[in-house]
């Protein structure tokens, strides 16, 4: 019964590939959130969606895609990956836009080699 | 923009100890203000929070106090565990804005 679950949990691959995490909510929420944390634990939000649109979009290579084929999922999809993209994707939602609670999912470790 | 800053990591304690997280804020308006706490290998759970100023969240022994004249929010608890060990995150939702800013983490160790 989790509550916001992504895959896959490790993701290790080579430079240049393209890959993909998946992230799904079973909480009705309307709000989808992407984080990157980095090897010193800094959490910085990369992008959001609400109701499938998108509404932040930070300062992010446009390697990076996300995409929203319903409310429950936001998927992110990564071109030509790079060293500097290993880190750990959090997924996140929250019940609407603004709303102060985000419930999280348990990361994916990607480490490009 | 929008900022929290918070003390440096790791903190080590011994069990029982008393425990402070020190976190700061900028922000324009008045912004929302929380604890996340993340254990190995898990996503950030929410801890507390706190709306408007003088509030005091409160969770699982943890306290914070949002103060807005020290723009600060830090992080206590009387007596911690071994089982308190994880990263502490302070974090801000400004009133009309539509994303958590997080700080940059307190790793917490508690020896038993």
């Known amino acids: 019964d989790t509550a916001v679950s992504q895959t896959p949990k490790y993701l290790v691959t080579q430079m240049g590939n393209d890959k993909s995490i998946k992230c799904e909510q079973n909480l009705g929420h309307d709000t989808m959130y992407w984080y990157k944390q980095d090897s010193k634990k800094f959490l910085k939000i990369m992008f959001s969606?609400?109701?499938?649109?998108?509404?932040i979009n930070e300062t992010v290579p446009n390697r990076f895609s996300p995409k929203s084929p319903d409310k429950a999922h936001l998927n992110l999809h990564i071109n030509s990956l790079e060293l500097g993209d290993s880190a750990v994707y959090f997924c996140a939602s929250s019940r609407r836009q603004g709303d102060e609670k985000l419930f999280f999912g348990s990361g994916t470790q990607l480490s490009v080699l | 923009g929008d900022s929290v800053t918070q003390m440096e990591g790791p903190v080590t304690l011994s069990e029982e100890a008393f425990l402070t997280i020190n976190c700061t804020y900028t922000a324009t308006g008045y912004p929302s203000l929380f604890w996340y706490v993340q254990y190995p290998g898990e996503g950030l759970q929410l801890l507390l929070k706190?709306?408007?100023?003088?509030d005091k969240g409160s969770n699982k022994g943890f306290e914070a106090t949002y103060r807005k004249e020290t723009t600060s929010f830090h992080l206590e608890k009387g007596s911690v565990q071994v089982s308190d060990s994880a990263v502490y995150f302070c974090a801000l939702l400004n009133t009309g804005g539509f994303k958590t800013i997080f700080g940059a983490g307190t790793r917490l160790f508690v020896k038993a």
């Open positions: 706190a709306t408007k100023a003088d």
């Open positions: 969606y609400n109701n499938k649109e998108l509404i």
